[in-house]
T-cell receptor, first 111, second 113 residues
Framework: DQQVKQNSPSLSVQEGRISILNCDYT??????FLWYKKYPAEGPTFLIS?????DKNEDGRFTVFLNKSAKHLSLHIVPSQPGDSAVYFC??????????FGAGTRLTVKP | DSGVTQTPKHLITATGQRVTLRCSPR?????VYWYQQSLDQGLQFLIQ???????AKGNILERFSAQQFPDLHSELNLSSLELGDSALYFC????????????FGPGTRLTVL
């Protein structure tokens, strides 16, 4: 059951430009959303999160936008840097502490 | 270095066998989470323990079980292993709630032959 979907398996962006990673969910009971970054051979690292009572959360170069009516969230990275090249996972949690991850999007930032 | 340690780093075993993966959380963290990352399923939440008690359950098979000990380290037991259980198993820890920032360990790569 794919309650959280990342429909783009890969994304390539030029250094300095904006990277936009998208995530869709189907379960309206999700009330907290997170983004993780994963480098090869390492565990995922937490990037940024957003509660369902907000529509935007910003942390440095990373901004997460939440559109509840569309059940859609996105991660914006501005400006993109080569070190941002990694796999990005979105995750959603409902009020039963049930957590689901998307399949991930591989971001490549070209110098 | 996240402060979360996992052993072993690699594990190769045969179908039908049983293995135990071990995780030590960051100092001060009371919650431990287990995740499975496989090629076809992506990253999946398995189970959470908080201060020795099961707190939340995800897509964990009945053949799998976990526990958290008084010193807060956790073990994930996988039994009657199947080829499809081959995956990376990550442990993470956080101070408390599932939505708290989680710090991931380096993972254990399990290969079932």
């Amino acid at each position: 059951d794919q309650q959280v979907k990342q429909n783009s398996p890969s994304l390539s962006v030029q250094e300095g430009r904006i990277s936009i990673l998208n995530c869709d969910y189907t379960n309206s009971m999700f009330d907290y959303f997170l983004w993780y970054k994963k480098y090869p051979a390492e565990g995922p690292t937490f990037l940024i999160s957003i509660s369902s009572i907000k529509d935007k959360n910003e942390d440095g170069r990373f901004t997460v936008f939440l559109n509840k009516s569309a059940k859609h969230l996105s991660l914006h990275i501005v400006p993109s840097q080569p070190g941002d090249s990694a796999v990005y996972f979105c995750a959603a949690i409902n009020n039963n502490n049930d957590m689901r991850f998307g399949a991930g999007t591989r971001l490549t930032v070209k110098p | 270095d996240s402060g979360v340690t996992q052993t072993p780093k690699h594990l190769i075993t045969a179908t039908g066998q049983r293995v135990t993966l071990r995780c030590s959380p960051r100092s001060g963290d009371l919650s431990v989470y287990w995740y499975q990352q496989s090629l076809d399923q992506g990253l999946q939440f398995l189970i959470q323990y908080y201060n020795g008690e099961e707190r939340a359950k995800g897509n964990i098979l009945e053949r799998f079980s976990a526990q958290q000990f008084p010193d807060l380290h956790s073990e994930l037991n996988l039994s009657s292993l199947e080829l499809g259980d081959s995956a990376l198993y990550f442990c993470a820890s956080s101070v408390d709630r599932l939505a708290d920032t989680q710090y991931f360990g380096p993972g254990t790569r399990l290969t079932v032959l």
